[in-house]
């Protein structure tokens, strides 16, 4: 795509992004247009530095940067991810039963219902206790053992909706190639009554597949009486499209749940990625995570620019980071359910729009992707929140609020959502000098008390955390990061850049077999893998 720094709108922007007024000049005027509502989650954008016309101009950029265009491609299965070839059709996988979408020959809303109706049906079986061990045990705990998103996705969600889950089953999830990841997780297990999700599209994955052979010989161990094979079957189902591989492994090919070539791994939690989920929170609950992706997305695929929440959204994020030139934005949820959706965002973020090379093959000019980073308040206030307020960078912030508590505690939900907007105003407003010194602070402790203010904040108020109201937030955040990538004339959907690590280390695993490989490398690598050799064969 085209380089963005040449329309109208961007010139018009940079020469705005200039001489904006900071945002206590700008408060309080009517900003009432900043302020929208996506069903019941009302997002304020009356905290952002924008004015009536920047909000305008970047209606423009849109425009001209075609991304409601680019977004109905997006939709129709056009092959958007072009360095792979692909479609992507994570929306797809939220479509209703009644929907029609064919894509290369294949009716894709037949295709998701199959697979989803099959979840139901082991989900339903795990949680009822039809599902048996090798011994006749009932399941009493499922591991799920994927990394990136085969991981974060459900694990967020199970995080975030534990209020929702079967309280007879304890759900676990093994990412890390790091022993103490899985060992950690094998002790709080009984082989007899462990279901292992082992979610690989290609089954082949480096880190998923050694802890899986890990938790395969941990079950193997208990039951050295009988072949293992009908044990597999019994303990271990897998998440992929390679059904050769699975059946290798000894996987019966009916436990295993397809997913597709246009579903990015960070865009997957609600296709059979979501397993762990389903079986947590039961295939209804699972269906309305659905209804709420799908209900942002109507938002998204339908509304114009003044009542289309994720365009706005996208927009602004372009804003900060462009022509205000902030690189970092805090995501701040006062919800302790929702303590794993920073880390689930830094990977929607980070891997879809970190690039440096448009989607036409030339090098950017500008800016792309922030730093997305955070952690649930109010113990963020306690730890970071001095650089948010008093640090030399500038961070925008998402304070991601829910109103009703799950649990009844006193006054404790009306004291966290006071921190909340309290630093929601502190963060905008701060506090200059001649405020400080007037609430009566010794001179000498003026400046540093003095709060520079000037922050961006989003309010996303949520009415209350349950399945439909998470599906809506994570298709706000998909739709946001889709908004940036058609902006910058990137492509979204790729991660090349995960690809050439994954290579090196696969040469310097076959230089610890073989030291004499170390002599290929670098001289700092190879003094590394040395002293690692010397380090592990000391032990």
Known sequence: ???????????????????????????????????????????????????????????????????????????????????????????????????????????????????????????????????????????????????????????????????????????????????????????????ETTLFIIASKTFTTAETMSNAQQARDWVHKAVTSQDLEPVVSRHFVALSTNEREVSNFGIDAANMFEFWDWVGGRYSMESAIGLSTMIAIGPRQFGELLNGFRQADVNFQNEPWETNIAMQMGALAVWNRDFLGINTTAVLPYAQYLERFPAYLQQLTMESNGKNVRSDGESVSYDTGAIYWGEAGTNGQHSFYQLLHQGTNTVSCDIIVVARARHDLGDQQDMLVANALAQASVLSLGMDASEVADSGVPAELVPHKVMPGNRPVTVIMCPELNPFVLGMLVALYENCV??????????????????????????????????????????????????????????
């Open 1 to 191: 795509m085209s380089d963005p720094t040449l329309t109208p709108a961007w010139q018009t922007l940079t020469l705005a992004g200039a001489s904006i007024a900071p945002i206590r000049e700008l408060i309080d005027q009517n900003r009432s247009e900043f302020r929208s509502n996506l069903g019941e989650i009302e997002v304020d954008f009356t905290r952002q530095r924008i004015d009536a016309s920047v909000w305008n101009t970047l209606k423009e950029l849109v425009v001209e940067r075609k991304v409601a265009d680019r977004r109905d491609q997006m939709c129709a299965g056009v092959h958007v991810n072009q360095t792979e070839d692909r479609a992507v059709l994570h929306s797809a996988l939220r479509l209703p039963r009644d929907s029609q979408l064919v894509v290369d020959g294949v009716d894709i809303v037949e295709a998701v219902h199959s697979v989803l109706e099959r979840m139901s049906v082991l989900a339903e079986r795990v949680r009822n206790g039809d599902w048996r061990g090798f011994t006749g045990k009932r399941i009493e705990s499922v591991v799920n053992i994927g990394i990136g998103g085969s991981d974060l996705g459900p694990a967020m969600a199970h995080q975030a909706l534990r209020a929702f889950t079967q309280p007879n089953i304890a759900f676990f999830f093994v990412s890390n190639v790091d022993p103490a990841d899985l060992v950690e997780t094998l002790k709080r297990c009984n082989p």
């Open 482 to 539: 889709f908004v940036q990538g058609a902006i910058w004339g990137i492509n979204s959907f790729d991660q090349w850049g995960v690809e050439l690590g994954k290579q090196v280390a696969m040469g310097i695993s076959e230089a610890f077999e073989l030291p004499s490989l170390a002599a290929n490398f670098d001289q700092s690598t190879a003094a590394s893998i040395n002293r690692y050799l010397n380090l592990r064969d000391q032990g």
